[in-house]
Every structure is written in C-alpha cells, then in structure tokens.
C-alpha cells in the first residue's frame, strides 16, 4: 500500500517572527529596569546646596570679584555658554533655581567634576536631582522655617493657649498679702483678677463658693461664670 509523503503544511509563524516577538518581550522590562536606575542613581535635592555651601559660604548672589559669580561659582563663559544669560547677564544676578537649572546642564556635559573638590564634600553621584525634586525640597523648606510665636494679638488680648492656670496655693499666696495690706488700711474684701486664675480658685482661696462669688460679682463677670479677665476688681 502506498503512503503519500506529503507533510503538513508549515505555520504561517516564522523562526524569524518568533524571535521578533521574543526581542520586544525582553526588552520593555529591561527599558523599566534602566529607567528605574535612572532615578535611583540620582543625586538627592540637597546636593545644590552643599555645593553651594562649599564653593561660595551659600550664597547665591555673591560676587567676590575673584571671576567667579553665584553660589555655584560660574565663570562668565560657563554662564554664557550653557544659556545662563537669557536669565541674567552673571549667575550672581539670577536667582538660586536659574543657577541650578544652568548647573544641571553644565554637569550633563562635564560631569561632577566641574565642581572638583566640593562636589566630593557634597557627596554628589549619579545624574543631578530632577526639578521636581527641587520644588519638592524649597517646599519642605518654607514648611520648616521658624517663626516666633506670638505672646498677644493685634488686639491686644493674651492668646488662650498661653495661659496656664496658677496653682491655688500661689492664689491663696497673693490673697494673703492682699489681707495683710487690707488690715493696713485697704480693703480686705476686694481682689483684683491675676492671668491664670479662675473664678473656682478665687473662691477657694477665700473659703466661699464659686457660685456666691459669682453671685455678688454677676455685673463685673457678665453671664458666663468661666470667663473672667485680667483687672476685672471681685468683691466679697
């Protein structure tokens, strides 16, 4: 009996198609792969600043004479030659994130090595930080700025978070030496309202109720027993 040799046919998917769709499958995670080093590889938002701090004590807009301008210390050809005069005609005159943004490009070219011994110090590596690290830092660093605290408002009233209530004793302190001025003449039923005290207090120290204090005092007080000011005059 005979036997046709004919085969079957061939898939339409080529060696050659196989190892196209291969190849893309390999690499798009190794284009992941090189962006994410990318970006670990980048040097930290700080690192302007500590070169800044070396080459020039941090300040941006110094210009010491020496041929050297900003806080990055750029020559006049650098600044020129890498676009820094469309901000200002030396870096000493433009302001610190039109220095970076130059820097940024003289680096991609030179390397760290344009700042040779304080990007050492700096501990600068990899490429240089991305803008949006920059506004991510000046951010933080408007945040953290120290500003003193206020003792009274424009007002003139003492804020309620600075008061802290005074110890009955050192009530009962101040009322003592009110007695004794009154037995030499003043009056010993008067008290005069001190920042920290408090109505509960004042009574206290005189063995009465708050509520027969703030009775007898309604009219000085006003309606709300809990709220007694500095200078307001009690009468027993």
Known sequence: MFTSSRSTPASPRTPRRVAALVATAVAAPLALLSATAGQANAADSGVWDRIARCESGGNWHINTGNGYY??????????????????????????RAQ???????VQRVQGWGAWPTCSVRAGAQGSPPSAVAQQKQQKQQKQ???????????????????????PVSDVRAVNRAADRSGRDGAHSGDYTVRPGDTLGAIADAHGLSWRALYAGNRAVIGADPDFILPGQRLTF
């Open 70 to 95: 900003g806080g990055l210390q750029f020559s006049p050809s650098t600044w020129r030659g890498f676009g820094g005069a469309a901000y200002a005609p030396t870096a000493d005159r433009a302001s």
């Open 99 to 105: 220095q970076i943004a130059i820097a940024t490009k």
């Open 144 to 166: 953290q700025k120290w500003q003193p605290a206020k003792t009274k408002s424009q007002s003139g009233t003492v804020k309620k978070s600075e008061f802290k209530p005074r």
